[in-house]
C-alpha cells in the first residue's frame, strides 16, 4: 500500500500529485506550488486561518505632538488609536503545507516527434527520452516550461505511437494524461478535456482501470470549473461505477485478497466522493477503507485512512479532531518504517498546531519532520519544512533562526526548480532584512522575487512584491519609484479584484501624492479607499484612512470637512477609562 501523503502546504483537498501558495499578509510560505499546481494536480484545498482577511498590521508613523484639550485631565482616559496607513510589507504568510492526500494512481507521462524510419524499439527508446525532457521541464512549473514540456511530451506520443506493438497502451495513455493535465494548468480546458478523454479507452486496454475512473474524475472536475453540472455528474457517475465493478471483481475463497480489494476501491470512492464534495459519504468510505485495513494489519492502510480523515476534520475546523486521527497515524508510519508517510504526519500536525495558534508546538513537528524529509532525499519536502520553520522562528520574534532556515531554502528550491518557492523565500528574506533595518538588502531580495513572480505569471504574487517595493523606496526616499510600483500593484490588483490589496494600494497613493503635493490625486485616492474599507466593514481601517483624509482636508484649507473626518475617526477608536482606586 503506498504511502498516502497529507501536508499542510490556505482550503484542504485530495490532490492526485503533490503541490502548494496563497498570498496573504505576514510571511509566505512557498509552495509546493507549480504554475497551477503540477500538472494532473488540482490545487490543494485549503484551510483559511480564522481571522478577519481585511485586517492587516499598521504601520509605525511618526507624528507631531498633539496638543492637550482643555477639560480632560490627563489620565482620565486612554485613547488607542489605530495606526494611521497600512503595513506596505506584504505576503509573507503563505503556507506552504496544505493537508492533502495524494492519490495513489498519479499520472505522468512524456511526448515528441519522429525523424525517419527506425525500428520500434529505436522509436520508443527515443521517445522514453523525451519524456525525461518533458518531466524536467514540467517540474520547472513556470508558465513557459509547462508550454515546453507539453510540446516534449507530443512528441514522446508521437515516437509512441511510432513504434507500434512496442508501446504499451499505458504509456500512450500517460501521454495524453499529462498533457491534458498541462492543458487544464494553462486554462485550455476544452483542449484538457479532449486529451484526456482520448486516454481512457488506452486506460482500460492497458487494464488500468483505477487509472481509468481517476481520470474521469479529473474530467468531472474540469466540467464543475465550466460551469457544466450535466456533464460533472456523468463523468463522477462513470468513474463510481469503475470503482464499484472492480470491487466486484475478487477471487472467491481468498478473504484476504477481498479485503484488500475491498479497502482500496473504498479510499477510491471515498476519494472520488471527496471531490465532488460529498464529505460525509467521503468519511464514510475513508472509515470502512481502515476497517478493511485493520482487519489485515495493514498499517500504511490505516495510517493513510487516518490521515485523510483528518484532513476532513481539519477542513470541517474541527482540529482537535485533526489533530487526534494524525496522531494515531503516527505510530502506524513508524511501526511500517515509513519515513514518508511520518514526515508528511508530522508536517500535518506542524500546521494544524499553526492554525490554532499553539507556534511552539508546530515548530516542534516541523523539526521532527525536517531530518525525515532528509533521510528519503526528497528535496522538495525538505525546502518546504526549511520554509515553514523559518516563518515560525520570525513569529516567535527570533530573527537570526529565521534568517538560517530561509537562506538554507533557497538554494534548495533553486536546485529543484520550484519557482513559486523561491519567489515566496525572496520576499520572506526581504521582509527580514527591512525589518530589522537593512533597507537595501531588503530591496535586493524584493527585486529578485518579482523577476521570478514574473517569470511563471504569477499576477497577484507579483502585484504583493510590486507593493513591498513600494514602500522600500519610500523609506529610501524615492517617492517617484514608490509611486511606479503602487501604480503598476492597483492595476494588477484591480484586474483580479482584489478589493483588500485596491483599498490599502490606494490609500497609500494617496500618502504618496500628498507628499508629492498633488492633493487633487491624493483626495481621489483617499476617497476611493475609505470607500472600499467602508464597503468591506473593516472599521479600524476605515478610520485611519478618513483621518488621512481628514489630514489632506486642512492642507486644502477645508477646516468644516477636515473636523467632521476627525470627528468620524474619533468615534471609531476605542476609548479605555482607567481602573478607579478604591483610595
Same mark, same amino acid.
Given at each position: 500500500?503506498?504511502?498516502?501523503?497529507?501536508? +499542510?502546504?490556505?482550503?484542504?483537498?485530495?490532490?492526485?500529485?503533490?503541490?502548494?501558495?496563497?498570498?496573504?499578509?505576514?510571511?509566505?510560505?512557498?509552495?509546493?506550488?507549480?504554475?497551477? +499546481?503540477? +500538472?494532473?494536480?488540482?490545487?490543494?484545498?485549503?484551510?483559511?486561518?480564522?481571522?478577519?482577511?481585511?485586517?492587516?498590521?499598521?504601520?509605525?508613523?511618526?507624528?507631531?505632538?498633539?496638543?492637550?484639550?482643555?477639560?480632560?485631565?490627563?489620565?482620565?482616559?486612554?485613547?488607542?488609536? +489605530?495606526?494611521?496607513? @497600512?503595513?506596505?510589507?506584504?505576503?509573507?504568510?503563505?503556507?506552504?503545507?496544505?493537508?492533502?492526500?495524494?492519490?495513489?494512481?498519479?499520472?505522468?507521462?512524456?511526448?515528441?516527434?519522429?525523424?525517419?524510419?527506425?525500428?520500434?524499439?529505436?522509436?520508443?527508446?527515443?521517445?522514453?527520452?523525451?519524456?525525461?525532457?518533458?518531466?524536467?521541464?514540467?517540474?520547472?512549473?513556470?508558465?513557459?516550461?509547462?508550454?515546453?514540456?507539453? =510540446?516534449?511530451?507530443?512528441?514522446?506520443?508521437?515516437?509512441?505511437?511510432?513504434?507500434?506493438?512496442?508501446?504499451?497502451?499505458?504509456?500512450?495513455?500517460?501521454? &495524453?494524461?499529462?498533457?491534458?493535465?498541462?492543458?487544464?494548468?494553462?486554462?485550455?480546458?476544452?483542449?484538457?478535456?479532449?486529451?484526456?478523454?482520448?486516454?481512457?479507452?488506452?486506460?482500460?486496454?492497458?487494464?488500468?482501470?483505477?487509472?481509468?475512473?481517476?481520470?474521469?474524475? @479529473?474530467?468531472?472536475?474540469?466540467?464543475?470549473?465550466?460551469?457544466?453540472?450535466?456533464?460533472?455528474?456523468?463523468?463522477?457517475?462513470?468513474?463510481?461505477?469503475?470503482?464499484?465493478?472492480?470491487?466486484?471483481?475478487?477471487?472467491?475463497?481468498?478473504?484476504?485478497?477481498?479485503?484488500?480489494?475491498?479497502?482500496?476501491?473504498?479510499?477510491?470512492?471515498?476519494?472520488?466522493?471527496?471531490? @465532488?464534495?460529498?464529505?460525509?459519504?467521503?468519511?464514510?468510505?475513508?472509515?470502512?477503507?481502515?476497517?478493511?485495513?485493520?482487519?489485515?494489519?495493514?498499517?500504511?492502510?490505516?495510517?493513510?485512512?487516518?490521515?485523510?480523515?483528518?484532513?476532513?476534520?481539519? #477542513?470541517?475546523?474541527?482540529?482537535?479532531?485533526?489533530?487526534?486521527?494524525?496522531?494515531?497515524?503516527?505510530?502506524?508510519?513508524?511501526?511500517?518504517?515509513?519515513?514518508? =508517510?511520518?514526515?508528511?504526519?508530522?508536517?500535518?500536525?506542524?500546521?494544524?498546531?499553526?492554525?490554532?495558534g499553539d507556534k511552539s508546538r508546530a515548530l516542534?513537528?516541523?523539526?521532527?519532520?525536517?531530518?525525515?524529509? #532528509?533521510?528519503?532525499?526528497?528535496?522538495?519536502?525538505?525546502?518546504?519544512?526549511?520554509?515553514?520553520?523559518?516563518?515560525?522562528?520570525?513569529?516567535?520574534?527570533?530573527?537570526?533562526?529565521?534568517?538560517?532556515?530561509?537562506?538554507?531554502?533557497?538554494? &534548495?528550491?533553486?536546485?529543484?526548480?520550484?519557482?513559486?518557492?523561491?519567489?515566496?523565500?525572496?520576499?520572506?528574506?526581504?521582509?527580514?532584512?527591512?525589518?530589522?533595518?537593512?533597507?537595501?538588502?531588503?530591496?535586493?531580495?524584493?527585486?529578485?522575487?518579482?523577476?521570478?513572480?514574473?517569470?511563471?505569471?504569477?499576477? #497577484?504574487?507579483?502585484?504583493?512584491?510590486?507593493?513591498?517595493?513600494?514602500?522600500?523606496?519610500?523609506?529610501?526616499?524615492?517617492?517617484?519609484?514608490?509611486?511606479?510600483?503602487?501604480?503598476?500593484?492597483?492595476?494588477?490588483?484591480?484586474?483580479?479584484?482584489?478589493?483588500?490589496?485596491?483599498?490599502?494600494?490606494?490609500?497609500?497613493?494617496?500618502?504618496?501624492?500628498?507628499?508629492?503635493?498633488?492633493?487633487?490625486?491624493?483626495?481621489?485616492?483617499?476617497?476611493e479607499s475609505l470607500t472600499l474599507w467602508r464597503?468591506?466593514?473593516?472599521?479600524?481601517?476605515?478610520?485611519?484612512?478618513?483621518?488621512?483624509?481628514?489630514?489632506?482636508?486642512?492642507?486644502?484649507?477645508?477646516?468644516?470637512?477636515?473636523?467632521?473626518g476627525y470627528r468620524k475617526s474619533l468615534s471609531?477608536?476605542?476609548?479605555?477609562?482607567?481602573?478607579?482606586?478604591?483610595?
Amino acid at each position: 500500500m503506498p504511502s498516502v501523503m497529507l501536508m +499542510p502546504s490556505v482550503m484542504l483537498m485530495m490532490v492526485w500529485v503533490l503541490v502548494g501558495q496563497s498570498i496573504g499578509l505576514g510571511q509566505e510560505r512557498g509552495k509546493e506550488e507549480t504554475a497551477a +499546481p503540477p +500538472p494532473a494536480v488540482e490545487e490543494s484545498k485549503q484551510i483559511v486561518k480564522k481571522q478577519d482577511p481585511t485586517k492587516k498590521p499598521g504601520r509605525r508613523t511618526t507624528t507631531k505632538t498633539a496638543k492637550k484639550f482643555a477639560g480632560i485631565k490627563p489620565g482620565s482616559f486612554r485613547i488607542i488609536v +489605530p495606526p494611521i496607513g @497600512q503595513s506596505k510589507l506584504e505576503g509573507l504568510d503563505d503556507y506552504s503545507y496544505r493537508l492533502t492526500v495524494p492519490s495513489d494512481n498519479y499520472l505522468e507521462a512524456s511526448l515528441e516527434s519522429g525523424r525517419g524510419i527506425l525500428a520500434p524499439e529505436q522509436y520508443r527508446e527515443i521517445a522514453r527520452g523525451k519524456w525525461g525532457e518533458a518531466e524536467k521541464l514540467r517540474a520547472a512549473g513556470t508558465t513557459r516550461s509547462l508550454r515546453d514540456a507539453m =510540446g516534449k511530451y507530443e512528441e514522446a506520443l508521437r515516437y509512441f505511437r511510432a513504434a507500434g506493438q512496442m508501446s504499451e497502451p499505458s504509456e500512450l495513455a500517460r501521454a &495524453l494524461a499529462q498533457i491534458g493535465a498541462i492543458s487544464d494548468s494553462l486554462g485550455d480546458r476544452q483542449q484538457a478535456i479532449s486529451y484526456l478523454e482520448q486516454s481512457l479507452p488506452l486506460w482500460r486496454a492497458a487494464g488500468e482501470r483505477s487509472n481509468e475512473s481517476a481520470t474521469l474524475a @479529473q474530467i468531472g472536475k474540469i466540467y464543475t470549473a465550466l460551469g457544466d453540472q450535466q456533464q460533472a455528474q456523468k463523468s463522477f457517475n462513470q468513474a463510481r461505477l469503475i470503482l464499484q465493478a472492480s470491487g466486484l471483481l475478487v477471487v472467491t475463497g481468498d478473504q484476504n485478497n477481498t479485503n484488500e480489494l475491498d479497502a482500496s476501491t473504498f479510499f477510491s470512492m471515498a476519494k472520488l466522493y471527496e471531490e @465532488q464534495g460529498q464529505l460525509k459519504k467521503a468519511t464514510e468510505y475513508y472509515a470502512r477503507a481502515g476497517g478493511r485495513w485493520r482487519d489485515l494489519n495493514d498499517q500504511k492502510g490505516q495510517a493513510s485512512s487516518l490521515n485523510a480523515l483528518g484532513s476532513l476534520s481539519a #477542513r470541517a475546523g474541527q482540529t482537535s479532531q485533526a489533530i487526534g486521527l494524525f496522531q494515531q497515524a503516527l505510530p502506524l508510519w513508524r511501526a511500517a518504517g515509513d519515513k514518508r =508517510g511520518e514526515a508528511v504526519t508530522l508536517s500535518n500536525l506542524g500546521y494544524v498546531a499553526d492554525i490554532s495558534g499553539d507556534k511552539s508546538r508546530a515548530l516542534d513537528c516541523y523539526l521532527q519532520a525536517l531530518p525525515q524529509w #532528509r533521510a528519503i532525499k526528497d528535496a522538495r519536502g525538505e525546502a518546504t519544512t526549511l520554509g515553514d520553520i523559518a516563518i515560525l522562528y520570525s513569529a516567535l520574534g527570533q530573527r537570526e533562526q529565521a534568517l538560517k532556515y530561509n537562506l538554507e531554502a533557497l538554494p &534548495l528550491r533553486r536546485a529543484i526548480g520550484d519557482k513559486r518557492g523561491e519567489a515566496s523565500t525572496l520576499n520572506n528574506l526581504g521582509g527580514l532584512y527591512e525589518n530589522s533595518g537593512e533597507t537595501a538588502r531588503a530591496l535586493e531580495y524584493f527585486t529578485q522575487a518579482l523577476e521570478v513572480r514574473r517569470e511563471i505569471g504569477d499576477r #497577484r504574487g507579483e502585484a504583493v512584491t510590486l507593493g513591498n517595493l513600494g514602500f522600500i523606496y519610500l523609506r529610501l526616499g524615492e517617492s517617484r519609484k514608490a509611486l511606479d510600483n503602487y501604480q503598476q500593484s492597483l492595476v494588477l490588483s484591480r484586474n483580479f479584484n482584489d478589493r483588500i490589496r485596491i483599498a490599502g494600494t490606494l490609500a497609500s497613493l494617496g500618502e504618496i501624492y500628498s507628499s508629492l503635493n498633488e492633493v487633487q490625486k491624493a483626495r481621489a485616492s483617499y476617497e476611493e479607499s475609505l470607500t472600499l474599507w467602508r464597503t468591506l466593514g473593516n472599521r479600524d481601517r476605515e478610520a485611519s484612512t478618513q483621518a488621512l483624509l481628514s489630514g489632506l482636508y486642512v492642507k486644502l484649507g477645508d477646516k468644516q470637512k477636515a473636523l467632521e473626518g476627525y470627528r468620524k475617526s474619533l468615534s471609531s477608536w476605542k476609548i479605555l477609562s482607567p481602573k478607579l482606586s478604591d483610595n
